[in-house]
């Protein structure tokens, strides 16, 4: 195995991702196109040297950010069943590796809307992003750009969806829909300039969910300004100054950017109330509506029933991502990996991704051994994203893309086409 430069850099050390694929695809490096990296500050590769796994950002993070904010990406849906359950649902297969296979020729590429991707993982969409860390969009999607995986931009970003294509590279835009046909293509119209590929329409938010963890956390959507709040800010300086300062000095207020083909709510105010707006009565029709109008990919996410998913198919998506919003909606809804075989065999010919709990490289395995084609992670990069900006989220595709290839040449395999479901079982059989 070639290997360039250290996964986990030492505190003198600036974060060098180069990792897997070996003789056949080469270490994963920054595209020859992409942006080069801007150098990490000594605060942020201290901050780095700790992180080896994507769990620690999270530990990281809550240190780092105001408590509304960590606690408005760390939390889910009322008592966390299905958030936990994402997670749990991994622990319960295990791998049967072979043995003595030369795998030093394995690749972790895969083959995706005639795009060829590094690694078979991407960068879910998460909003609010901006908030959390300085232009974390822009941060993301570039990142993922960069090392050749995709990254999806959240319609619920501070950062307009024009911007994030021109300055991070990013080609994928997930949208949440009212029904309302004029404002959907008004939608579309824009994303379409913008001249994003892949359209991901998130389907399972006809209202919020009921986020209990939020209101105790102190968070809200628009942000209420307050004595509290001010609090949080001034008792987490590098967050003020790297972030909330920062982007109110050279941006101003941050504001809901791609809701819609206008500018939404910003981020604080005391009267303001953001507007989600006839999401209950989006329907079938508009999902052909949107097929219709829209030439690109298109991709429906927040799927857990395979009829839902056969109809999805039927109307001519492109692609399906099995969700649970990461447990934020439906709380008691089942993990993702519960039902992605079933999925798969409804999708046929469609490809299958998913996202949910996913933290190390074995999740990844175990869900493509179930047959998934792609694995998004969310929660993991906006925490890199926000203490450490793109670096941090360098450092993150790096450690996943690493246990992915570890744990390839430890299950005796070359390429992802050799992950299948002889290597895994459930463990209570074991």
């Known amino acids: 195995m070639t290997v360039s430069g250290k996964l986990v850099p030492g505190a003198d050390q600036a974060p060098d991702i180069a990792v897997v694929n070996g003789a056949a695809g080469g270490p994963m490096q920054r595209f020859p196109g992409a942006a080069p990296a801007a150098p990490a500050s000594a605060r942020v590769r201290r901050r780095l040297a700790k992180i080896l796994s994507l769990d620690d950002f999270g530990i990281a993070a809550r240190r780092h950010l105001p408590r509304p904010l960590y606690g408005y990406i760390a939390g889910a849906a009322e008592t966390n069943q299905t958030l936990d359950d994402n997670r749990a649902v991994f622990g319960e297969l295990g791998f049967v590796p072979k043995v003595l296979n030369n795998v030093s020729r394995r690749t972790a ?44 931009v959240s319609g619920s970003s501070l950062i307009r969806l024009e911007d994030t294509a021109r300055d991070g590279g990013a080609t994928w835009f997930q949208a949440y829909l009212p029904g309302e ?43 209420k300004p307050g004595l509290g709040l001010a609090w949080q800010g001034l008792t987490h300086p590098s967050w003020l100054l790297e972030t909330g300062l920062r982007t109110l000095l050279r941006h101003g207020m941050p504001h809901f950017e791609n809701s819609y083909a206008t ?15 006839a999401r209950d009565h989006f329907d079938w029709s508009h999902l052909d509506l949107i097929r219709r109008r829209w030439k690109g ?82 929660r993991p990069f906006m925490f890199a994203a926000a203490i450490a900006g793109p670096a941090g989220v360098e450092h993150g595709i790096g450690v996943m893309a690493q246990e992915i290839d570890r744990d390839m040449a430890l299950l005796g395999v070359n390429t992802l086409a050799e992950v299948t479901l002889a290597l895994v079982m459930p463990r209570h059989f074991c």
């Open 109 to 152: 590429t895969v083959e995706l809307f005639e795009q060829t991707y590094r690694a078979p993982f991407g960068i879910a969409p998460m909003g609010l992003g901006a908030l959390l860390g300085y232009r974390a969009d822009i941060a993301l999607a570039g990142a993922a750009a960069a090392f050749g995986i995709p990254a999806v």
């Open 181 to 223: 046909s004029q404002k959907i293509l008004a939608l579309i119209d824009r994303v379409e300039r913008a001249s994003y590929k892949v359209l991901v329409i998130t389907v399972d938010v006809p209202v919020g969910g009921n986020r209990e963890n939020n209101v105790r956390a102190g968070f809200s959507t628009p942000l």
């Open 297 to 378: 990919k298109l991709v429906v996410k927040g799927i857990l029933d395979a009829g839902d998913a056969a109809a999805a198919c039927a109307a001519g998506a492109d692609g399906i991502i099995v969700s649970n919003h990461g447990g934020r909606q439906l709380d008691g809804a089942v993990s993702p990996m519960r039902v992605l075989p079933g999925i798969v065999a409804a999708a046929g010919p469609v490809p299958v991704m998913m996202d949910g709990g996913v933290r190390r490289g074995s999740d990844v395995l175990k869900a493509i051994a179930l047959g998934a084609r792609l694995v998004f992670v969310g």
């Open 263 to 277: 500018r939404g709510a910003p981020i604080l105010s005391r009267n303001v109330e953001r507007d989600f707006g």
